[in-house]
């Protein structure tokens, strides 16, 4: 017989994908590492358990203790699925921005979820980083896993995410593109790759509102850059230690609107039902159409599930109301063509 043991052995060992039809105008392989075959369905599930794991080890986790976080969804996900497996509790704090399907699955997962508002600062005791600080100081027996600053997360990319990808292309990979939030998948995946052969390039996408493009490029931490956005997963108004600038040879920004009608055209042209910073992630990367040759092959990471979007991205009333898409007309011709 051949069985996983539990839920976590399936974690990891995902498929590399082609595109076919976005990327036709491009002269290069484009692949994506399809992360949502993960048992959480997002890549997150990898960095959950292995920081769960050197906690564990450390002794910073204990028996029957309670997992802290400030998690945007797919981060809870993975620690939840975790922590029923071996037994502990867990509490997220969670922005108002998320999607309430995100907070639905996260309650389904057996999570206590606390919601914050999203546009404070950071400093701010009602943010998201203040609250799950707060409480995991006056919860006993309890660990706070802090993603943003935590090693375990680029660390678990750097020993499965890097290494499956490495593998998998025969080590003709040329780039590596991917949405930049934690930076944990960045420089796991980065540090390994370029370990392997330091002239593979790796490329961050960024969103507008978020500080990493323009520090990268100028080692300022321009307070401008910062401002309310609603592309999901991707982008900060702080500088995790998990991000390592070094490792990354540039960004590029993809605005709220072409992440959400590049996450509907990855479904609907290519059949990939995948979250919103999949479709920053691919938007991105034709963006950076230039720096393709035809014996480049380009792997993108595609991070979460469409599942998690259907009443965002996945809505046209709700792209209609932002004003990303202007299809009040519709006749009878166009459903046909459509
Ligand atoms: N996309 C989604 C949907 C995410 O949840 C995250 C994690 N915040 C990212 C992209 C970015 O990944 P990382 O945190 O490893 O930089």
């Known amino acids: 017989m051949e069985y996983a043991k539990n839920i976590l052995e399936t974690i990891g060992n995902t498929p590399l994908v082609k595109l076919n039809s976005l990327t036709k105008g491009l002269p290069c392989l484009v692949l994506s590492k399809y992360e949502t075959f993960n048992p959480g369905n997002s890549t997150k599930d990898r960095m959950a358990l292995k920081m769960i794991e050197d906690a564990e080890a450390d002794g910073r986790l204990k028996p029957g203790g309670t997992i802290i976080e400030g998690t945007s969804g ?7 699925l975790a922590a029923i497996v071996k037994g502990y509790k867990c509490v997220f704090v969670i922005s108002d921005k998320q999607s309430k399907e995100k907070m639905d699955i996260l309650r389904a997962v057996g999570a206590k979820v606390v919601v914050c508002p999203t546009n404070v600062e950071p400093t701010d005791p009602r943010s998201y980083y203040s609250v799950s600080k707060r409480l995991s100081e006056e919860t006993p027996n309890s660990w706070y896993v802090n993603q943003y600053d935590n090693p375990s997360n680029a660390k ?8 499956e990808i490495w593998k998998q292309t025969d080590g003709k990979i040329t780039h590596f593109v991917v949405g930049v939030g934690t930076g944990g998948t960045i420089s796991g995946v980065g540090k390994y790759l370029k370990e392997q052969n330091p002239n593979i390039k790796i490329w961050g996408v960024d969103t507008y509102g978020s500080v990493f493009k323009k520090y990268h490029e100028t080692g300022e931490f ?30 590029t920004k993809v605005t709220d609107k072409d992440a959400a009608i590049y996450t509907q055209k990855l479904a609907k042209e290519e059949g990939m039902f995948l979250g919103n910073s999949a479709g920053s992630a691919i938007k991105g990367l034709l963006q950076l159409e230039k720096e393709f040759t035809k014996d480049d092959i380009v792997v993108v990471l595609f991070h979460d599930h469409g599942s998690r979007y259907v009443g965002k991205m996945f809505n046209d009333e709700w792209m209609r109301e932002r004003g990303f898409i202007e299809d009040e007309n519709t006749t009878a011709e166009d459903l046909v063509k459509n």
């Open 222 to 251: 321009d307070e401008n850059e910062i401002y309310p956005y609603i592309t999901e997963g991707i982008g900060e108004d702080i500088l995790p230690e998990n991000v390592d600038f070094s490792l990354i040879d540039g960004f």
């Open 74 to 80: 797919n981060t809870g996900m993975g620690l939840a």
């Open 156 to 163: 678990a990319h750097y020993e499965s995410t890097g290494p």
